[in-house]
């Protein structure tokens, strides 16, 4: 759904900026070949005292999630 919902917009003329966590390995072959949306990669990694670590359960879930990656 989310690939059609960006290949409708992009055929519409807008400018879309998808962020993506990790390297770039995997781009759906429909999209890859288009200008509209620009896919940018980077591995930010988990850190602490951000919107998904501020408490003590969040920060624990996301944690074993990041570390499961």
């Not at 992009?10 to 400018?15: F, K, N, R, V």
């Not at 900026?17 to 995997?26: S, V």
């Not at 288009?34 to 501020?54: D, H, L, M």
Request: charged residues 15%; positive net charge; glycine residues 16%.
């Amino acid at each position: 759904m989310v690939a059609e919902l960006l290949e409708g917009l992009a055929e519409l003329g807008h400018q879309i900026d998808c962020f993506f966590p990790g390297t770039g390995r995997f781009v759906a072959a429909r999209m890859s070949g288009r200008e509209n949306p620009t896919f940018v990669w980077g591995g930010g990694g988990w850190r602490w005292n951000r919107w998904y670590s501020s408490s003590g359960i969040t920060a624990f879930s996301t944690g074993l999630m990041a570390r499961a990656s």
